[in-house]
């Protein structure tokens, strides 16, 4: 796909670790390869779900991973390369600034981690945006931000990391901006400790990822110590 020099409406932004390198919170369940394809068919879920939105202008993932940046390019996505390779933070920005090079209107941030999302969910995302406004979804559970949206590309700083949903909130306030907020039960889920491979996302929805947690025999989940760690880590 050749990329536009002028962009219209509001796009989406992918930030994608390098496969081989994602989830690695999950070394006390999973392998190295079994994060990595997990990673695979988190991502490919999440594509499929904001190629089926209406209202958006097009996707632009950002990322170093070979198969990811070829997989997106196919689906007739936009990719950028992440220079630095410094974080979500850094992936986001660049993403932003390439949006708003190019005009574009509006943009929302949709992690590759979050497949259970619904194009419903995405829709009304963007139902909320309007001109000088900033909508947050924020995680269930741990007080990150699993979708950012702004009306004008970059109109708030990035503040992903630990608390990033309420860091979010006070940037939309020291610029002005009361920022919506929605709570949803597919967006709200990541998938980043043990204890979340066993969320039941239901029929219908991230139909890889779910196929990817079955195929793994896990009768149970990690011991109660094991999760706790996992969660109090940053």
Same mark, same amino acid.
């Given at each position: 796909?050749?990329?536009?020099?002028?962009?219209?409406?509001?796009?989406?932004?992918?930030?994608?670790?390098?496969?081989?390198?994602?989830?690695?919170?999950?070394?006390?369940?999973?392998?190295?390869?079994?994060?990595?394809?997990l990673?695979?068919a988190?991502?490919?879920?999440?594509?499929?779900?904001?190629g089926?939105v209406?209202?958006?202008?097009?996707?632009?993932?950002?990322?170093?991973d070979i198969?990811?940046?070829? !997989?997106a390019?196919?689906?007739? =996505?936009?990719? /950028?390369?992440?220079? @630095? $390779?410094? %974080?979500?933070?850094?992936? #986001?920005?660049?993403?932003?600034?390439?949006l708003?090079?190019?005009?574009?209107?509006?943009a929302?941030?949709?992690?590759?981690?979050?497949?259970?999302t619904?194009?419903?969910?995405?829709?009304?995302?963007?139902?909320?945006?309007?001109?000088?406004?900033?909508?947050?979804?924020?995680?269930?559970?741990?007080?990150?931000?699993?979708?950012?949206?702004?009306?004008?590309?970059?109109?708030?700083?990035?503040a !992903?990391?630990e608390?990033?949903? =309420?860091?979010? /909130?006070?940037?939309? @306030? $020291?610029? %002005?901006i009361?920022?919506? #907020?929605?709570?949803?039960?597919?967006a709200?889920?990541?998938?980043?400790?043990?204890?979340?491979?066993?969320?039941?996302?239901?029929?219908?929805?991230?139909?890889?990822?779910?196929?990817?947690?079955?195929?793994?025999?896990?009768?149970?989940?990690?011991?109660?110590t094991v999760?706790?760690?996992?969660?109090?880590?940053?």
């Amino acid at each position: 796909m050749i990329e536009p020099a002028h962009l219209s409406g509001i796009w989406a932004v992918v930030p994608v670790k390098r496969l081989d390198r994602a989830k690695s919170r999950l070394a006390s369940m999973l392998d190295p390869s079994e994060r990595e394809e997990l990673a695979w068919a988190m991502f490919r879920d999440v594509l499929d779900t904001l190629g089926s939105v209406r209202g958006l202008g097009g996707i632009l993932v950002v990322t170093n991973d070979i198969r990811a940046s070829g !997989y997106a390019r196919a689906f007739g =996505a936009v990719t /950028l390369p992440d220079p @630095r $390779e410094a %974080g979500t933070n850094q992936a #986001v920005q660049c993403g932003l600034a390439w949006l708003s090079e190019r005009g574009a209107a509006g943009a929302i941030v949709v992690p590759g981690d979050i497949p259970f999302t619904t194009p419903v969910e995405i829709a009304a995302v963007l139902e909320k945006l309007r001109p000088r406004s900033v909508v947050l979804a924020p995680a269930a559970r741990d007080g990150g931000t699993n979708i950012l949206a702004m009306a004008s590309p970059g109109i708030i700083p990035v503040a !992903y990391g630990e608390n990033s949903f =309420a860091r979010h /909130l006070a940037a939309a @306030r $020291e610029t %002005g901006i009361d920022a919506q #907020v929605l709570h949803l039960d597919g967006a709200g889920h990541d998938i980043d400790v043990s204890s979340d491979l066993f969320f039941d996302a239901g029929e219908g929805q991230a139909t890889r990822t779910r196929a990817h947690l079955k195929r793994m025999t896990r009768p149970n989940p990690a011991p109660a110590t094991v999760l706790c760690k996992e969660i109090l880590q940053p």
